[in-house]
């Protein structure tokens, strides 16, 4: 567990790091994510080694967002007079997204042929 | 009296507090969404999140008093994501049989994201602060703020903007895509993780983890799509609206 940790933070600081240092517009745990994924390819049986707790952190990923949806709450009155606005855009954008990626992925798959495993 | 008056004064000073009401508001919400079923209209995070909202301001207690207990929570979202490469590694197989339709369902998703929103907002009136504040809300959070900024948007106003489309899509994305009888999974976790970035990756997950890895993936591509295309669209999009209106 401890060492399960450990290597997830050691890649989130070196994430973090090469975010810097390389100037990318991402942030460090994205990065962490993509360079663990690789390592994961070079060195399988580590997947499989720190699987435990990477699943535990998973399975309670909502609860991760709880304190800044509350950060959120106390800022909804600067949308002020746009509220109405602002929520019919980020609905109607966020099913406009949905059903773009939806229905791209499925026509896309049908064209190339692409089936599940 | 007075020393229940003393234990508060004590107890609203200590991170362990709202540490703790954080977890019990979320386990509260996560009961709620199990009592109903597991409907995603009863969301564990909207709950949480409106009952902190009402101790607090019943309390008179400011946010950053509250986040001095509910950071340590907030701090696991960097190694949590981290953690998104194992069942992306578990899906390896799947995700390169999908690589062609994935990734044109990103940029199709991520244009959208974008353009829609902007396009939206702008025949609705809504200034040009505003509006490129808007325009990354579906990328995952600190890359969103950043586009924003360096846009020239108001990033308090763009988290705002990107915990509401996460919610947004947590909710509508299962009786949406329920409603148009679409079962792969690959594609609905994708799309969503496009669109609603983390807490929509979450949301997947509840739902199983072929979506929750495809959400992974989609929030991971979108969070570079977005930083590399919203600062060339959005002002372009802007231009148009403000041109029509």
């Given at each position: 567990?401890?060492l399960?940790?450990t290597?997830?933070?050691?890649?989130?600081?070196?994430?973090?790091?090469?975010?810097?240092?390389?100037?990318l517009?991402?942030?460090?745990?994205?990065?962490?994510?993509?360079?663990?994924?690789?390592?994961?390819?070079?060195?399988?049986?580590?997947?499989?080694?720190?699987?435990?707790?990477?699943?535990?952190?998973?399975?309670?990923?909502?609860?991760?967002?709880?304190?800044?949806?509350?950060?959120?709450?106390?800022?909804l009155?600067?949308?002020?007079?746009?509220?109405?606005?602002?929520?019919?855009?980020?609905?109607?954008?966020?099913?406009l997204?949905?059903?773009?990626?939806?229905?791209?992925?499925?026509?896309?798959?049908?064209?190339?042929?692409?089936?599940?495993? | 009296?007075?020393?229940?008056?003393?234990?508060?004064?004590?107890?609203?000073?200590?991170?362990?507090?709202?540490?703790?009401?954080?977890?019990?508001?979320?386990?509260?919400?996560?009961?709620?969404?199990?009592?109903?079923?597991?409907?995603?209209?009863?969301?564990?995070?909207?709950?949480?999140?409106?009952?902190?909202?009402?101790?607090?301001?019943?309390?008179e207690?400011?946010?950053?008093?509250?986040?001095?207990?509910?950071?340590?929570?907030?701090?696991?979202?960097?190694?949590?994501?981290?953690?998104?490469?194992?069942?992306?590694?578990?899906?390896?197989?799947?995700?390169?049989?999908?690589?062609?339709?994935?990734?044109?369902a990103?940029?199709?998703?991520?244009?959208?994201?974008?353009?829609?929103?902007?396009?939206?907002?702008?025949?609705?009136?809504?200034?040009?602060?505003?509006?490129?504040?808007?325009?990354?809300?579906s990328?995952?959070?600190?890359?969103a703020?950043g586009?924003?900024?360096?846009?020239?948007?108001?990033?308090?106003?763009?988290?705002?903007?990107?915990?509401?489309?996460?919610?947004?899509?947590?909710?509508?994305?299962?009786?949406?895509?329920?409603?148009?009888?679409?079962?792969?999974?690959?594609?609905?976790?994708?799309?969503?993780?496009?669109?609603?970035?983390?807490?929509?990756?979450?949301?997947?997950?509840?739902?199983?983890?072929?979506?929750?890895?495809?959400?992974?993936?989609?929030?991971?591509l979108?969070?570079?799509?977005?930083?590399?295309?919203?600062?060339?669209?959005?002002?372009?999009?802007?231009?148009?609206?403000?041109?029509?209106?």
């Open positions: 567990m401890i399960h940790l290597i997830l933070l050691l890649y989130q600081l070196g994430g973090e790091v090469a975010a810097r240092v390389l100037g517009p991402l942030p460090g745990p994205v990065i962490g994510m993509a360079a663990l994924f690789i390592s994961f390819v070079l060195f399988p049986k580590l997947a499989e080694l720190i699987q435990p707790t990477t699943k535990v952190l998973l399975a309670h990923l909502s609860l991760l967002f709880v304190p800044a949806g509350v950060g959120v709450v106390g800022h009155d600067k949308l002020s007079a746009h509220g109405p606005a602002l929520a019919v855009a980020i609905v109607g954008s966020t099913v997204t949905i059903l773009a990626g939806v229905g791209t992925f499925l026509l896309v798959g049908r064209l190339v042929g692409a089936r599940d495993e | 009296m007075n020393d229940v008056t003393q234990i508060w004064s004590y107890l609203a000073q200590d991170p362990l507090l709202w540490l703790t009401l954080t977890l019990v508001s979320y386990v509260i919400g996560d009961a709620a969404f199990r009592a109903a079923g597991r409907r995603p209209l009863v969301n564990p995070v909207l709950i949480a999140v409106a009952l902190l909202a009402i101790m607090l301001r019943v309390t207690t400011e946010y950053a008093t509250y986040f001095e207990g509910a950071q340590f929570i907030h701090f696991i979202l960097g190694p949590a994501t981290v953690a998104l490469a194992v069942p992306l590694y578990a899906n390896l197989g799947r995700i390169r049989a999908t690589a062609v339709p994935m990734l044109a990103l940029v199709a998703g991520s244009v959208t994201a974008i353009a829609s929103s902007v396009l939206i907002a702008g025949w609705m009136g809504v200034d040009r602060a505003m509006l490129l504040s808007i325009a990354p809300k990328a995952t959070a600190p890359v703020l586009v924003s900024e360096a846009m020239g948007g108001a990033p308090t106003l763009t988290a705002v903007m990107v915990i509401l489309t996460g919610i947004t899509g947590a909710i509508v994305a299962t009786p949406l895509l329920n409603l148009l009888r679409i079962r792969d999974y690959r594609a609905r976790g994708f799309a969503l993780g496009v669109a609603s970035h983390g807490i929509g990756t979450a949301r997947a997950f509840q739902v199983n983890e072929t979506a929750g890895a495809f959400a992974g993936v989609g929030m991971g979108n969070a570079v799509l977005t930083a590399l295309i919203a600062p060339l669209l959005a002002p372009w999009l802007i231009g148009l609206v403000s041109g029509l209106n």
